[in-house]
Each structure stands twice: as structure tokens, then as C-alpha cells.
């Protein structure tokens, strides 16, 4: 059974920055896509990036540019780098395994708040 715990959120001002961690186990980390998505406050949670097993990344058209995927299998970790934080980045982010629309396990969930 897979675990996942994320880590890194917090409060942090518009146009600043935040670097996201999602350490796994109880799996063969190397073999698994990996993502990351978000949920605000009554929204849908969506996804916002994800890294293949060999580093493949695709990410929401909101955050291409800003947001940076990457994965350590040494230490069974996926990082999400946010900069130049907006308002509307604010939300929950969760990591999960597996890629998009396929099946996974969650993560508890980190809270990001970008605010003034």
C-alpha cells in the first residue's frame, strides 16, 4: 500500500514562491507516474501537473511557466516549485500516484494560501 506525504505549503505573498514535497513509499516510486493537482474552495479538484516515469511533464495551462514538476527517485520524492504565486493559486494540493485519470493514491493534502 502506497503512502504519500506532502509537505511545503504555507502562506506566502502574490509573486512569491513555494516549493511543494511529496515523499512516497510503500512502492516502487521509480515505476509510477506521479502528479499533483489542487482544490480551492468549492472547485473541482484539478489536475496541475504530472511527471511520467521517465520525466515526461505536462502541466495545466494556468501554471505553465510558473510551476516546475520534478521527481527524485533516490528519495522517492516529487517536488512541485511554484513561483510568481497569483491569488487564484490559492487552494489545497494534493499528490497522487499513477497518471492523470488513472487510478492512484492521495496524499493528505498541503494547504497553499497566496495572499497580501
Known amino acids: 500500500q502506497v503512502q504519500l506525504v506532502e509537505s511545503g505549503g504555507g502562506l506566502v505573498q502574490p509573486g512569491g514562491s513555494l516549493r511543494l514535497s511529496c515523499a512516497a513509499s510503500g512502492s516502487i516510486f521509480r515505476l509510477n507516474a506521479m502528479g499533483w493537482y489542487r482544490q480551492a474552495p468549492g472547485k473541482q479538484r484539478d489536475l496541475v501537473a504530472s511527471?511520467?516515469?521517465?520525466?515526461?511533464?505536462n502541466y495545466a495551462d494556468s501554471v505553465q511557466g510558473r510551476f516546475t514538476i520534478s521527481r527524485d527517485n533516490a528519495k522517492s520524492t516529487v517536488y512541485l516549485q511554484m513561483n510568481s504565486l497569483k491569488l487564484e493559486d490559492t487552494a489545497v494540493y494534493y499528490c497522487?500516484?499513477?497518471?492523470?485519470?488513472?487510478?492512484?493514491?492521495w496524499g493528505q493534502g498541503t494547504q497553499v494560501t497566496v495572499s497580501s
Open positions: 511527471i511520467s516515469s521517465d520525466g515526461i511533464t
Open positions: 497522487k500516484t499513477g497518471g492523470p485519470g488513472r487510478p492512484g493514491s
